[in-house]
């Protein structure tokens, strides 16, 4: 079974804007991550949030996470075209993060 | 950085073969994953392991099996290839998360997409 999904399924958007999606989950979590995968490649780790907080920032990304909705957002400021992949969202139940639970991802189009 | 390798990017098996995938890690990772990657199914965890000699069932185990001989190398084993089990496979490392207690990310290889004919 799916814990985290995430919202839109697509997303197209020009060089420049911001791209924002988001990933709903089921049941208490201990921490969030999300991930980036370019087309035919293994995914790469983006940002880890963790169940006692509320905002995190990498670079251009800000990953909020609100425990109370069972929520998560990804905003990528000013994307740029090397910004096209899929993104997913991966939650862990347990201490030691590895039954990492995906949603089916967002796929980002960025138009030059 | 850590290096995740997997032994092949594509493969190509017929129906009824033993199927040996094979992942390496660099980083001296205690935990090692399997995932098979499906569109519309997102990523399913076949089987990981905390420990060298360890494995445990992950949502999806039926039809494959795993060794974890070494710690750096953990192998999936498809004991006999069906049209189903096509699909793009990804091994994944991490360790062990009580150094911080916060959890530990996912270190992937870049797959292999296996096709069963």
């Known amino acids: 079974s799916q814990q985290g999904e995430e919202d839109p399924q697509a997303l197209s958007i020009q060089e420049g804007e911001n791209a924002t999606m988001n990933c709903s989950y089921k049941?208490?979590?201990?921490?969030l991550q999300w991930y980036r995968q370019n087309s035919g490649r293994g995914l790469v780790h983006l940002i880890l949030i963790r169940s006692n907080e509320r905002e995190k920032h990498s670079g251009r990304l800000r990953v909020t996470l609100d425990t109370s909705k069972k929520s998560s957002s990804l905003l990528i400021t000013a994307s740029r075209a090397a910004d096209t992949a899929s993104y997913f969202c991966?939650?862990?139940?347990?201490?030691?993060?590895?039954?990492?639970?995906f949603g089916d991802g967002t796929t980002l189009t960025v138009k030059p | 950085d850590v290096k995740v390798t997997q032994s092949s990017r594509y493969l190509v098996k017929r129906t009824g073969e033993k199927v040996f995938l094979e992942c390496v890690q660099d980083m001296d990772h205690e935990n090692m994953f399997w995932y098979r990657q499906d569109p519309g199914l997102g990523l399913r965890l076949i089987y990981f392991s905390y420990d060298v000699k360890m494995k445990e069932k992950g949502d999806i185990p039926e039809g494959y099996s795993v060794s974890r001989e070494k710690k750096e190398r953990f192998s999936l084993i498809l004991e006999s290839a069906s049209t189903n089990q096509t699909s793009m496979y990804l091994c994944a490392s991490s360790y062990m998360s009580e150094r911080d207690r916060g959890g530990s990310p996912l270190h992937f290889g870049n797959g292999t997409r296996l096709t069963v004919t």
């Open positions: 991966a939650t862990d139940v347990y201490t030691n993060a590895g039954k990492s639970t």
């Open positions: 049941t208490s979590i201990n921490n």
